[in-house]
């Protein structure tokens, strides 16, 4: 059995509070919400922090608001996200949906929306007890020096594995992130990095505070996910569309792959390809094109990496092929 380190367990009650913990305890320290994500990488001594600091007790952090769009704090749990009612029979349905496609009922009655949008990147040398890590003699994303992936490659390709991080990215929604020198807001695209290791644009000290969800101005989204077991399992394809119409017409598309990529991938050739289009099979053959030849998953999460690119064709069709039915 796996079993937690020892660890200084600490519970603010304020972001004030949990901020001046987190100064305390320096690189040494780490937030956590639900801890789905967090304490299994300590059991496997991925990540080693010797003070937890929990967000769970801060109450602002729980919130769900109207105010010129909708603002969702970020230790909202998947189980209440996906069944709020100011979410789920919205314009925010996907966001719903996408909260309700993670994992099983138990991982979301604990994990969060701020979890589930800094989890860890994935990859199946990675993922594995400290023992099994040690007989290959590590790896660069935690105490080794080759990425035994893409051996030649200098940086990590751990895979962003994130249902709700896709959706956020196409629907164009903002982050706060607040810490000791105040709070600033960045767009959900910038809250990534192509980069299995440093795979945030996130300050180790700064909270994600809330997310803001845009007004829903005539936009329409739709989250699908492929995986090996429905009941449970990460995705190793998640299929994002957003489309504002114009009318008939698609005025504005995006497309956002997640488990492909170290962070949600954008297709913007994608996007571009859908605008002026009533979403025809002409136009959707041509996103699903173009949404096929960036797609390069590698070798390093669940079935054959060439099957995997396939089914981006798939995935793009499905979604697009939602939105249109749903228009008409
Ligand atoms: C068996 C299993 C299956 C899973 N399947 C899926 C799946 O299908 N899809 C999926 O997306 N996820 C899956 N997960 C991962 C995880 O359960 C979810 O992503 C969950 O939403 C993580 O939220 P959490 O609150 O538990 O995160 P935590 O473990 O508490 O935190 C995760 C990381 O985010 C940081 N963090 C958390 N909240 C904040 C914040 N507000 N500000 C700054 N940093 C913060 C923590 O420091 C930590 O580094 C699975 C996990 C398990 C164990
Ligand atoms: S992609 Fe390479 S460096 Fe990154 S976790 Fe996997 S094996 Fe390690």
């Known amino acids: 059995m796996l079993r937690l380190p020892t660890f200084t367990y600490r519970q603010p009650t304020s972001l004030r509070e949990a901020l001046a913990m987190k100064a305390d ?5 780490s937030y956590v919400a639900g801890g789905t994500d967090l304490y299994p990488n300590m059991k496997r001594r991925q990540q080693e922090p010797r003070t937890v600091i929990s967000l769970m007790g801060i109450p602002e952090l729980r919130a769900v ?14 189980t209440q996200l ?14 719903a949906e996408a909260a309700e496609l993670v994992s099983t009922p138990l991982l979301r009655n604990m ?8 989890l860890d990147t994935r990859c199946n040398y990675y993922d594995q007890s400290y023992e099994w890590r040690k007989a290959i003699d590590f790896c660069m994303k935690k105490d080794g020096a080759i990425c035994w992936v893409a051996p030649s490659s200098p940086r990590c390709w751990a895979v962003s594995s994130s249902d709700v991080a896709p959706v956020m990215v196409a629907i164009g929604a903002e982050y706060v992130l607040t810490s000791s020198s105040g709070e600033r807001v960045v767009p959900a695209a910038r809250f990534y990095h192509n980069d299995g290791i440093n795979y945030l644009t996130k300050q180790p000290d700064e909270i994600l505070t809330a997310v803001r969800l845009p007004g829903p101005d005539g936009w329409d989204a739709v989250y699908h996910k492929l995986r090996r077991r429905g009941s449970f399992d990460f995705p190793v394809l998640g299929m994002a569309a957003w489309v504002r119409w114009d ?3 698609v005025a504005d598309a995006r497309l956002v792959l ?10 913007t050739d994608a996007g571009a390809t859908l605008s002026g289009s009533a979403l025809e099979p002409e136009a959707i053959a041509a996103a699903a094109e173009a949404a096929f030849r960036p797609a390069k998953p590698l070798d390093n999460t669940d079935f054959d990496l060439s099957w995997r690119k396939q089914m981006t ?13 749903r228009r008409s």
């Open 82 to 95: 996906s069944t709020h009612p100011a979410v789920r029979p919205t314009a925010y349905h996907a966001v």
């Open 65 to 78: 608001g109207r105010a010129d769009g909708m603002t969702i704090g970020a230790c909202v749990t998947l």
């Open 313 to 325: 064709r798939v995935y793009v069709t499905r979604a697009l092929e939602e939105l249109r039915a």
């Open 25 to 29: 305890a320096g690189p040494d320290g």
């Open 258 to 267: 997640g488990g492909v990529a170290s962070h949600p991938l954008e297709i």
């Open 111 to 118: 994990g969060t929306l701020g979890g589930n949008l800094c």
């Open 247 to 249: 009318g008939a017409k």
